[in-house]
């Protein structure tokens, strides 16, 4: 497979007209080859169109229809596995080994919900039988899931196989049976024309109707909202930016016929140290934190970027291990220049904040756009006072927060905004207080870990990758795991229906 | 119980100094005491200050907590009951025999909340054991639902007892254990205080908090605006009109933390005669019809407002029996003054419009607002041009579209909205053409009757009682039946939480 610069639309391969852009190798500062004709109103047309006539043909396709269709996607992503990660790794600056690990991830996910799709969209049928004796009398009524329509996918910058044009919320969609339309992330536009076509070669082989998958390329936000606002489009799904999630769902909010929007706009996954576990494994714990703080460059949104303890002599020894643990982590290339600019940014905000120290930082970048892990202290006062301590910063960036007492750490975790994670360090001796923290962060967050960091996001049934505002803008849901395709799924009831007439999973036993 | 013109703001009962209200008698036009003291920002603020301090134990609270709390307002419900049913009638113009059953109804629908909530708030707990030995390590993941926090509700006017204020949003909120804050329907605030009495004291008497309950009182938008904006609540139900609905989703979307909104906006209801079934029961169809809109002066959200038919001899006689049984239908009081003359507006509208003719009509009206069944006729091809024909006319009025051939009914089907409910009369005959029918109805309607009329909508597991825009915001999610209660739980995930951490139901078996 070739990389032209193309869009996917149906079954079309299209150059847009619409200005070029190019992909940048953020390691060495680099534009790629080649440049990518980027679409504009004509192309979102024709793409929503043929969502749109493919959409009844796909709602009404068998589950063991959709599963083979993920299946074979799943099986290009891993036929084309040397060709992706090759481009993905110089469009994202991501090591081989983390792309090798997220395209198994990709695949797997796209087969558990082939297996989702084969075993059907409801969980069990919903049959009541009626009772025509009862005054009144009651109906005979049966429920099941349809897809909702035409779904427009904006992919994450941060995961460009798991989490892109193949990723998570393409699967959930096309497992509950509603087309997609992928606007391309303009970061990593060659490995989404490639996973791109690997779809496209999935709907045909698979017999289905052209409209099923197309991808859209475009920089700037004009392409994006045209998609949100096309008629043919019965919600969004998007992971990135706060101000980029919010733009979305005002501006579905505000078509006349508003959708909903399923935006992940990540997290700052406070980490509560509670006094026993400080204690007792203060070094141990800083260097899980550290390792999680960096991990790829911290472009993680579960990463744990905020550290909550008591002020003393445990918080002393961890924040020295902390820093002693992070003078050797080597910087990483990030996923663009803008974000390291951005990040750069960030750090200078936070080293002018008056009760803000930098506690330690690591090695010095090597390249043009490699960040280096920075670690910040302040103490719980400082913190309550500057809300911009509470906002998450892209990169990796870490910070330790002292609180003069349990009482002020009860107010800050009070004070944060929805979350993906909170996770609790915790020992058995900590068990009284932490039943004391935990209905305040039920109340802000989408899971709750103890004892581990949040950053890996197991695909799983029970996972929740999700959370109050502004981590997701539906907390109702979740992104990870097969719970995504509720998303995208509406409930029908089926009254007094002859039973020719009912589709089979509604028919009685 | 006295009426005494007060909101409820948790076990405080408060005369609002913010203008006054009164119950119009819609039989009389006679005003109604006594006058209601108007809410404005200061009860809002305090109203959901309680809701949001109650949050967390209510959330906490055991299911059979809140099973108690919802018999117990149903208990109260009936044992109320004729002070209920005889300010509701007053009030509402409706007739005491529909008062009965409502009641009946909305005390039903408290006890199988109470039933949900009993047996718990999922269908089975999600526990995912670890699985150390893998690589990466798969952590033990243990989901479940919980309440998403305070919910604002705005009742229905048309179901002063079983949409309004212990109707079914707040039980499923209730259940959900969400607390509730009901900005009570300015055209029945009697019923309204009676019933939020009820609740209150229900509250009271489950030792719950305070704020698990207030009921406001306002006329005009300004008082329900600032509740949906209010940061304490967490998302909105409501039942009424598109612009009331829209304009309260787009407020939502623009508060700086957006939350749901889950909108029952109304409804044409077609209703779709087959061929065959139409030659064989035209006058028992007719007649079903006619009651089906005439019923309660057509002021039913599922009101059948809309029949189509191709035209032709057998739809001739339809026509013929349907003016017949109308002419005997007497006119009824509708719910508000304002409604009655809506009501005639739309009437004198529908008589301009070229091509749409007048079929026939009931009674005339015996009262000051009592409204007339009124039947028009057209062909599909004015249908087809007109699209204030396909929009709800609230009250007992009722159109039959004439179709030139079966590609025009198709047509006509594509050409529509979202609806609550779709009609298939059909015999065995007609089955091949259903389900050609049948795809493009589930993609508009939450719920498909076959050979019945959608008026009564059962509460039950299996019931839809919602769909796709503008018949409700949010197509995902019902109105009516413990479905209802999903719109106010969301997700939490477990991860590797030590046992006396976790709750009861996500404990190992």
Not at 219 to 228: F, R, S, T
Request: glycine share 10%; net charge neutral; with cysteine.
């Amino acid at each position: 497979m070739e990389i032209r610069g193309e869009m996917l639309i149906g079954r079309a391969s299209v150059y847009g007209q619409s200005g070029t852009l190019r992909a940048i190798d953020p390691a060495s500062g680099e534009k790629l080859e080649p440049a990518f004709g980027c679409g504009g109103a004509s192309e979102v047309e024709r793409a929503c169109r043929l969502a749109r006539e493919a959409a009844t043909a796909f709602r009404a396709s068998s589950g063991e229809t959709r599963a083979r269709l993920l299946e074979a996607i799943a099986a290009g992503l891993q036929a084309q596995g040397g060709a992706l990660q090759e481009r993905a790794a110089r469009e994202t600056g991501l090591s081989p080994a983390r792309l090798i690990m997220e395209r198994g991830r990709a695949a797997g996910q796209l087969r558990q919900f082939a297996l989702a799709a084969r075993q059907g969209l409801d969980a069990g049928p919903r049959l009541e039988p009626g009772q025509p004796g009862r005054l009144p009398p009651k109906p005979d009524l049966r429920a099941r899931h349809i897809a909702i329509g035409p779904v427009a996918v904006f992919g994450a910058s941060n995961f460009p196989l798991a989490f892109s044009v193949a990723g998570g919320d393409t699967a959930a969609a096309l497992a509950a049976g509603c087309p997609v339309v992928v606007k391309a992330h303009p970061a990593h536009p060659g490995v989404s024309e490639l996973t791109g076509r690997i779809i496209q070669q999935a709907v045909a082989e698979c017999g289905l109707p052209e409209g099923v998958f197309s991808l859209l390329i475009g920089d700037g936000n004009d392409i994006g909202l045209k998609l949100a606002a096309h008629p043919a489009i019965e919600a969004v799904a998007f992971t990135g930016s706060r101000a980029g999630g919010l733009a979305l769902l005002r501006a579905a909010a505000q078509r006349p016929k508003p959708i909903p929007v399923f935006a992940e706009m990540g997290s700052i996954n406070p980490v509560l140290l509670l006094p026993h576990a400080l204690a007792d494994r203060a070094e141990d714990i800083a260097a899980g934190w550290v390792d999680a703080v960096a991990l790829n460059a911290g472009q993680f949104c579960t990463r744990p970027s905020l550290l909550l303890a008591l002020k003393g002599e445990s918080l002393t020894r961890l924040q020295r291990s902390a820093a002693l643990k992070a003078a050797s982590k080597p910087a990483e290339t990030m996923l663009t220049p803008g974000m390291h600019s951005n990040y750069h940014q960030a750090l200078q905000r936070l080293r002018s904040l008056p009760g803000v120290a930098e506690l330690a930082t690591g090695l010095p970048s090597p390249g043009p756009h490699a960040a280096q892990l920075t670690l910040f202290e302040t103490d719980g006062a400082t913190f309550l006072a500057a809300p911009e301590l509470a906002e998450e910063v892209f990169g990796p960036c870490g910070l330790i927060v002292a609180c003069r007492d349990l009482a002020e750490l009860f107010e800050i975790v009070a004070s944060l905004d929805g979350q993906l994670t909170a996770t609790l360090q915790l020992d058995e001796a900590d068990l009284p207080l932490a039943r004391e923290l935990l209905p305040l962060l039920e109340a802000r967050a989408g899971r709750i870990l103890a004892n581990s960091f949040p950053n890996w996001v197991e695909v799983s049934p029970a996972m929740v990758h999700g959370g109050p505002f502004p981590a997701c803008t539906d907390s109702r849901s979740t992104s990870v795991g097969i719970g995504a395709m509720t998303r995208f799924l509406r409930p029908v009831c089926y009254q007094n229906m002859p039973a020719p007439l009912l589709p089979p999973a509604l028919q009685d036993a």
